[in-house]
């Protein structure tokens, strides 16, 4: 096996991962990056997006998030996530739901603050849906 | 006349005998809860630290202050996120916190963004400046709220309406003790905590590091805040269960006492009516 790096992904309901991985690749608020073992000590911000973890027979576990960021040191790569769902865990239902409910306000809402967080809302929920449809 | 004595005392023993229901079964719900606003804490606990610690180390290796997050400024106008309870009956709980808050305040320009029923009254009441109308219940606040109030704060900070931003909240040291403490979100400023000088190690920033820090410092207020709520719900919750369970022995000891009274009353009735007897059947002799 090529070399590992040792990942911890930290949300608020506690540890969603914890071990050793080849590879991870982030979406930061510059785009896709990818992280291989040996990285440079790095700093990025997560933008609502998608995390890809691979897994020891080559193939990625997927998983969704909206933000937060991505630390690697020499020691332990870190992904601190606000909101983080491994794609089998994601609700499909309720995002679709959250999905249609952030349309019908977005629709009817005029002040621009409440635009700005609902718009934010369905991109969460857009997120969660892509994420399981695998797009 | 004796009559009257005992069932006044039968009344009492009722009603106190209702209250102390009334305070058992807060007292469970008050538990129940406790257990898992606990659990919320504890597994919450690590994501807190860790973004504390990012933020300290980012903060630090900013040494010239380009980020607006972490230069100094004069303070003319702080704004309080204070959190307490939404409801009463919890002890010294919404007291001790609101009490502590208002210390820090005094001699500042202060902006309250009350989370908690209790917190809204007892500002708007003593004339302070509050930022919203609706107020947050702590109950029931989640991440997601918590960084919509991080989001709409740290927009204020940067277009310079508030200078700082203190989080008032009741930290749960263990199921007996709460204290009300506070937390310096922002400026970033954790030169006090600097007793070794910041290892000399080169970090990426991508793209820059005041670009990272502005999306990650609103994040990371929203979690201080999130987490300053979890801690203060969980307080809340041993508060009640303490003092609910203090009424519990009250009403005890005093449904023991009325008892005892109740049962003197009755005795002396007793006695009272069989010396009218046997008086009575004296005279007839």
């Given amino acids: ?135 | 006349m004796a009559g009257a004595n005992t069932k006044d005392i039968k009344r009492r023993i009722k009603s106190v005998e209702s209250t102390m229901q009334i305070t058992k079964a807060m007292e469970l719900v008050a538990s129940s809860k406790l257990r898992k606003a606990k659990e919320r804490v504890e597994t919450a606990r690590p994501f807190f630290t860790m973004l504390y610690d990012t933020m300290r180390d980012a903060a630090i290796s900013n040494r010239d202050f380009s980020s607006a997050y972490v230069a100094k400024r004069e303070v003319k106008k702080s704004a309080f996120v204070v959190i307490a309870g939404d409801r009463g009956l919890a002890g010294g709980y919404n007291a001790n916190v609101l009490k502590y808050a208002t210390q820090l305040m005094e001699g500042k320009n202060a902006l309250v963004i009350p989370i908690g029923k209790k917190v809204g009254e007892y500002f708007s009441r003593r004339g302070y400046e509050l930022h919203t109308e609706k107020y947050h219940e702590a109950e029931g606040l989640y991440l997601e709220d918590a960084y919509d109030i991080a989001q709409m704060l740290t927009a204020m900070y940067r277009a310079g309406k508030i200078d700082e931003i203190r989080i008032v909240y009741t930290k749960f040291v263990s199921m007996l003790t709460q204290t009300p403490d506070d937390l310096k979100a922002l400026p970033l400023n954790f030169s006090e905590e600097l007793t070794e000088k910041p290892a000399a190690k080169e970090t990426l920033y991508d793209p820059s590091m005041v670009e990272v820090l502005d999306v990650v410092v609103p994040q990371y207020v929203g979690g201080l805040i999130y987490g300053a709520v979890t801690e203060s719900f969980a307080s809340e919750q041993g508060a009640r269960r303490t003092a609910m369970e203090a009424a519990s022995d009250n009403a005890d000891t005093m449904i023991s006492d009325l008892n005892l009274k109740f049962n003197r009353a009755r005795q002396a009735a007793i006695t009272q009516e069989l010396t009218e007897i046997v008086s009575g059947a004296n005279a007839l002799q």
Avoid: C
């Avoid at chain 1, 992280?35 to 691979?54: C, E, P, T």
């Fill in chain 1, 1 to 135: 096996m090529a070399n590992t790096f040792h990942l911890q992904i930290v949300t608020p309901d506690g540890l969603a991962f914890d071990g050793e991985t080849e590879s991870l690749i982030v979406k930061t608020t510059q785009g896709d990056v990818g992280i291989l073992s040996g990285h440079a000590d790095y700093f990025a911000a997560i933008s609502v997006g998608r995390i890809r973890v691979k897994n020891p027979d080559g193939s990625y576990r997927k998983a969704a998030v909206n933000g937060g960021f991505l630390r690697v040191t020499k020691e332990v790569t870190r992904v601190v996530a606000t909101s983080f769902e491994w794609a089998d865990q994601i609700d499909l239902e309720r995002a679709q739901r959250a999905k249609s409910g952030a349309e019908k306000a977005l629709a009817s809402a005029s002040d621009p603050g409440e635009v700005e967080l609902l718009k934010l809302r369905l991109r969460r929920a857009n997120n969660r849906i892509n994420v399981v449809e695998g797009k």
